[in-house]
């Protein structure tokens, strides 16, 4: 990445919700290719104003001048070798009792719900109610189907759960195979003083792989 982007990813990282995610998944490196110096992305107000084209965002020009101006345009510390990592992330089916528990609701198009809820007399096809960004309301099925009629919809309801590590055990497993092969071999070395010629001892390694 260019040292533009690691501020404007920097500095954009430090927003809250919704703001954070609306802001970094919009950057283009076009908009600010002109800037003169990377350093005058050096506070989340500046980043906002060279991240994107606010005009052609999906909030519009008055949703990001207004939230610009809220934003303090005085310096803060650039430290990216503090900043942590983003967790790598998935999508995954809608499930309430998930939700409910912290995971974090997600419609298709990257927004966030302000909130999903199943009122207690609800229809039994859409029973949640999801309310979006600007306030409007959408219902959505069981499994967070805006339509069940169409296979994809913006305004689907989604999980955004974090992926897993990669397993260790597959390396613990190699591990251990390579101990096994190495006391095989050591094996048949002090069973025959150590006079076992090289080529047979490389055949008893692959037999035993």
């Known amino acids: 990445m260019t040292e533009i982007e ?11 919700e919704p703001h954070r995610t609306q802001a ?15 350093k005058l992305i050096d506070n989340r107000h500046n980043a906002i104003n060279w991240a994107f084209c606010w005009k052609n965002s999906k909030q519009g020009h008055n949703y990001w001048s207004e939230f610009k101006e809220s ?17 790598k992330v998935k999508l995954i089916e809608f499930d309430y009792e ?5 995971a974090k609701a997600v419609y298709r198009n990257g927004e966030v719900p302000q909130m999903v809820i199943m009122p207690e007399i609800h229809n039994k096809i859409y029973p ?15 499994f967070g189907k805006y339509n069940i ?3 994809i919809h913006q305004h689907d309801l989604l999980l955004e759960v974090e992926e897993e590590s990669e ?10 195979y390579m101990r096994a092969i190495s006391l095989v071999y050591k094996d048949f070395q002090s069973a025959s003083n ?6 047979t001892t490389y055949k008893l390694v692959k037999v035993n792989q």
């Not at 998944?25 to 003169?36: A, C, E, G, V």
């Not at 150590?194 to 080529?199: D, H, Y």
């Open 128 to 142: 949640f109610i999801s309310v979006l960004e600007n306030g409007d309301c959408t219902t959505n099925s069981i």
């Open 98 to 102: 998930k939700y409910k528990a912290g």
């Open 24 to 38: 970094l998944s919009q950057i283009d490196l076009y908009f600010s290719k002109h800037l003169s110096d990377c």
């Open 6 to 16: 690691n501020r404007l990813r920097y500095y954009l990282g430090k927003l809250e």
């Open 167 to 176: 397993p260790e055990l597959f390396v613990n497993v190699i591990e251990e």
């Open 149 to 151: 009629d169409i296979d």
């Open 71 to 87: 934003l303090p345009n005085t310096p803060e510390p650039y430290e990216p070798e503090t900043e942590v990592k983003p967790k």
């Open 194 to 199: 150590g006079k076992l010629p090289i080529e």
